[in-house]
């Protein structure tokens, strides 16, 4: 089975400057999750769609990132424009609609991000 | 979600378990612990869960108290690939998010 994929790998960008990431889910999941995650912290959960529809976008910066899910499957992440804060590893991640409480979600290598 | 404390490193050597402890005071009834872990530079892995009683897969076992106030994983012999941060969370298993912490970073050693 495949499994998350990510582009690019790393990416280094100027302030202001503007950057996408996409992100190809494991094939059958209905849940794709966007984090962000500075060094030396854990992820944070940036957005969460199910299917085409977005369930959490609580902590997006809505000034600047946007998420779209076309079709349910892939999914990119835009940072426009970029500030030196948005300096982190990006991980798209995915899960199956589990019951009884089960929610393992299945990540990919992430894309790492300096903004100079 | 309950909010989960960890210590923030621990080291162990190879072939001895590893018992990572994670406290969870505030745990509701219906919330799940779960543990992922990340290795460096890779993005994280889920490797176990449990609700209330003792769990057991093929990476590891999961001992969460009668009280539910804090849990242990148990790498039962670890190995150098190992070495990863541990991150323990709790979860209500809607459809509500995984919050992780800084979680515990392990250090097996020779």
């Known amino acids: 089975e495949a499994g998350v994929a990510q582009s690019p790998r790393y990416k280094i960008i100027e302030k202001r400057q503007s950057v996408a990431f996409w992100c190809n889910p494991i094939?059958?999941?209905?849940?794709l999750y966007w984090y962000q995650q500075i060094l030396g912290q854990g992820p944070k959960l940036l957005i969460q769609?199910?299917?085409?529809?977005?369930?959490?976008d609580s902590q997006l910066p809505k000034d600047r990132f946007s998420a779209e899910r076309l079709k349910g499957v892939d999914s990119t992440l835009k940072i426009q424009p970029a500030k030196l804060e948005d300096s982190a590893v990006y991980l798209c991640?995915?899960?199956?609609?589990?019951?009884?409480?089960?929610?393992?979600?299945?990540f990919g290598p992430g894309t790492r991000l300096t903004v100079l | 979600d309950a909010k989960t404390t960890q210590p923030t490193s621990m080291d162990c050597a190879e072939g001895r378990a590893a018992n990572l402890p994670c406290n969870h005071s505030?745990?509701?009834?219906?919330?799940?612990v779960y543990w992922y872990r990340q290795i460096h530079s890779q993005g994280p892995q889920y490797i176990i869960h449990?609700?209330?009683n003792n769990e057991t897969n093929e990476m590891a076992s999961l001992i969460i108290t009668e009280d539910r106030k804090s849990s242990t994983l148990i790498l039962p012999h670890a190995t150098l690939r190992d070495t990863a941060v541990y991150y323990c969370?709790?979860?209500?298993?809607?459809?509500?998010?995984?919050?992780f912490g800084t979680g515990t970073r392990l250090q097996v050693t020779l």
């Open positions: 991640a995915s899960s199956s609609l589990g019951g009884g409480g089960y929610n393992e979600q299945f």
């Open positions: 094939s059958g999941h209905a849940t």
């Open positions: 769609f199910q299917n085409n529809g977005v369930v959490d």
């Open positions: 505030t745990i509701s009834g219906n919330e799940y």
């Open positions: 449990g609700l209330k």
């Open positions: 969370i709790v979860y209500t298993g809607t459809a509500s998010k995984l919050t």
